[in-house]
């Protein structure tokens, strides 16, 4: 199983964990550059009446905060669901090098600039962004199998 799908697979699995806890069924694995799990967060955004615990934005807050540090360069950051404007705007100012997702936004917020490219974040260098990985199994966990076409 190559590094990517098995970050992924973490990702789906945290998901399914959200899920059966009552948040969004989303999760975050972030790995550093020598491909180890530095960090992994699922969303609860439910369970801690708290609508930032997205599970991005709760693997960047553990992984800072172990580390002393806001600077993630070199880091990949695997999420099940394309990250948000808020998580987007977060990723960009930790300055992760890579992001991976899975399932696109049913209703995706793309306000232009995007923070993925706006300039007022341009201190870090842009991320490489790659998305709709492994898209079917990260729809399935969301209730948005390709079965009923995508609507949950
Ligand atoms: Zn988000």
Redesign the pocket.
């Given at each position: 199983m190559s590094e990517d799908r098995r970050n992924m697979q973490r990702c789906i699995e945290l998901a399914q964990k959200a899920r059966d806890a009552g948040d969004h069924p989303?999760g975050a694995v972030i790995v550093d550059e020598t491909g180890a799990v530095v960090a992994e967060e699922r969303n609860r955004e439910n369970t801690e009446c708290d609508v930032t615990w997205?599970?991005?934005?709760g693997a960047l807050r553990k992984l800072t905060r172990s580390m002393g540090t806001n600077c993630l360069e070199g880091m990949t950051l695997y999420t099940s669901?394309e990250?948000?404007?808020?998580?987007?705007a977060a990723i960009r100012k930790t300055g992760v090098s890579r992001v991976v997702f899975g399932a696109h936004s049913r209703k995706p917020f793309r306000p232009e600039p995007h923070p993925f490219t706006d300039p007022q974040f341009a201190e870090n260098d842009l991320p490489e962004v790659q998305g709709g990985y492994m898209e079917d199994e990260c729809l399935r966990v969301q209730g948005r199998g390709a079965e009923n076409g995508g609507a949950s």
């Amino acid at each position: 199983m190559s590094e990517d799908r098995r970050n992924m697979q973490r990702c789906i699995e945290l998901a399914q964990k959200a899920r059966d806890a009552g948040d969004h069924p989303f999760g975050a694995v972030i790995v550093d550059e020598t491909g180890a799990v530095v960090a992994e967060e699922r969303n609860r955004e439910n369970t801690e009446c708290d609508v930032t615990w997205h599970a991005e934005i709760g693997a960047l807050r553990k992984l800072t905060r172990s580390m002393g540090t806001n600077c993630l360069e070199g880091m990949t950051l695997y999420t099940s669901g394309e990250p948000c404007i808020m998580c987007a705007a977060a990723i960009r100012k930790t300055g992760v090098s890579r992001v991976v997702f899975g399932a696109h936004s049913r209703k995706p917020f793309r306000p232009e600039p995007h923070p993925f490219t706006d300039p007022q974040f341009a201190e870090n260098d842009l991320p490489e962004v790659q998305g709709g990985y492994m898209e079917d199994e990260c729809l399935r966990v969301q209730g948005r199998g390709a079965e009923n076409g995508g609507a949950s």
